[in-house]
């Protein structure tokens, strides 16, 4: 049975769109933000960097942490801004599901 790529949200979307302007702003090149990642020990090539900016592939958690750094920014600087009229995200839901 052929499996389904899972779809990137909104999250991801939003990540995808930090990345590629954040990477621009510092003046560098896919090729050079995948050598950074790459250096610091998460190998990564500037086609999948590439298919990550584009929303074609997922970026998971190591690569989000990996990328920002070599950005030089913090991890949450590339993660959406969640507001109390976004329907995916509510604090007292996180708290709930923390606490139990």
Do not use: K, W, Y
Not at 34 to 61: F, K, Q, V, W, Y
Not at 91 to 99: K, R
Request: glycine share 8%.
């Amino acid at each position: 049975m052929a499996s389904r790529p899972v779809e990137i949200g909104p999250a991801g979307l939003h990540s995808a769109r930090a990345i590629e302007c954040i990477r621009l702003a510092r003046g560098l090149t896919q090729h050079q933000l995948a050598a950074r990642c790459t250096a610091l020990g998460r190998p990564m090539t500037n086609t999948a960097l590439s298919r990550t900016e584009r929303a074609r592939r997922r970026c998971d958690i190591d690569d989000l942490v990996t990328i920002a750094v070599a950005l030089g920014i913090s991890p949450s600087a590339l993660l959406p801004l969640r507001t109390t009229h976004d329907p995916l995200f509510h604090a007292a839901d996180i708290q709930g599901a923390l606490l139990g």
